[in-house]
């Protein structure tokens, strides 16, 4: 075994020393490297000798398998360099077009809405997707016992606080950043908040554990609820044409006092019934109402001076109606299919 070793390995050598090309050297690593190469044959038979005779040889034989490659490697590197001296560049062709990328449907949405309401005094706010059970609930005028601060409703994290209880969340809606926008900037105010959400929940065309909302609010003096619905029509028209209709119901929300959901008309039916709105002929895209005083002390401002309305849209819903898009799915699954159409 030592001597075909030794063999194989001045033959191997020899050859390399010969190589003028590449492909010499691919031919060479075939025959004599590879997994079904001549060294590999060779050192599969080595668990047939005696114990005291594999030892010795496969010592040798990593010592052998070692030197050939390193050898074979800086071959190889001679070679290329070689090779790219010899090409030469016409620096005086076009470059090679470079494929580029493309905004989300989602972002082109947010940043038209975000355009949008910052030509009507809005500002852009942003706060954290890992919040506090207090930002999320309590200052929200959640009571308790809500079934939303359930683990089955809610991606609490595995950490308790000092009195041991759980209170790091990932945010289950925009509307935290509510307290942090009054209690940053006070009244007057006027803001949006895009970004993501996440809720423990089954998926189905409709619904995602993890979405966008874009939250906003407007605190003033003698702010009422046709102001709101001013503002809400403004954005649908703006969106989807003059032609939108938007149906608004009472609804219950802990944070807004009175609160109402609208809906626009499906985007797929256009009012007849189908399985993305259930057969309701109607789409919820949003939760609003005017704020309640809790929250407005919460945030540091007195409700006896200031009212406000606050609204949240769905963000995926809006791009669903903008795009003709039925199945929210779509816009986490990384399909290249659906992403290029934008």
Not at 29 to 52: D, I, T
Request: proline content about 4%.
């Amino acid at each position: 075994m030592k001597l075909e070793l030794q063999k194989l390995k001045n033959e191997f050598l020899e050859n390399l020393e010969k190589a003028t090309d590449s492909n010499v050297l691919r031919d060479l690593e075939l025959k004599y490297l590879s997994r079904k190469g001549e060294l590999s044959q060779l050192l599969r038979r080595v668990k047939e000798l005696s114990l005291e005779t594999r030892r010795e040889v496969g010592e040798m034989a990593n010592i052998v398998k070692t030197e050939l490659q390193e050898r074979f490697d800086h071959m190889k590197n001679l070679i290329d360099g070689k090779e790219t001296q010899g090409k030469k560049i016409d620096i005086t062709l076009p470059g090679i077009k470079k494929p580029l990328g493309h905004f989300h449907p989602t972002t082109l949405v947010e940043r038209e809405l975000e355009d949008l309401f910052a030509s009507l005094g809005f500002m852009v706010c942003d706060g954290p997707e890992l919040e506090s059970d207090y930002y999320n609930f309590t200052a929200l005028n959640f009571p308790k016992n809500h079934p939303a601060r359930e683990m089955q409703d809610t991606f609490f994290i595995d950490k308790k606080n000092a009195q041991g209880e759980y209170d790091l969340i990932m945010r289950t809606q925009t509307s935290p950043v509510q307290i942090r926008a009054m209690k940053q900037f006070g009244a007057p105010l006027r803001a949006i908040v895009p970004g993501q959400c996440f809720r423990s929940e089954a998926t189905d065309a409709r619904h995602e554990h993890s979405f966008y909302q874009l939250e906003g609010l407007m605190i003033d003096k003698n702010i009422s609820f046709a102001d709101l619905k001013g503002v809400l029509l403004a954005v649908l028209r703006k969106l989807y044409g003059p032609e939108t209709q938007l149906r608004m119901r009472p609804k219950h929300y802990p944070f807004v006092e009175p609160g109402s959901n609208g809906e626009c008309t499906c985007f797929l039916c256009k009012g007849k019934g189908c399985r993305v709105c259930k057969y309701s002929g109607w789409l919820e895209i949003l939760g609003c109402g005017s704020i309640h005083p809790n929250v407005l002390r919460a945030g540091g401002i007195d409700p006896t001076e200031y009212t406000g309305f606050a609204f949240g849209f769905g963000l995926d819903r809006l791009v669903m109606l903008k795009y003709n898009i039925d199945d929210v799915r779509l816009f986490h699954s990384g399909d290249l299919r659906f992403l290029e159409q934008f």
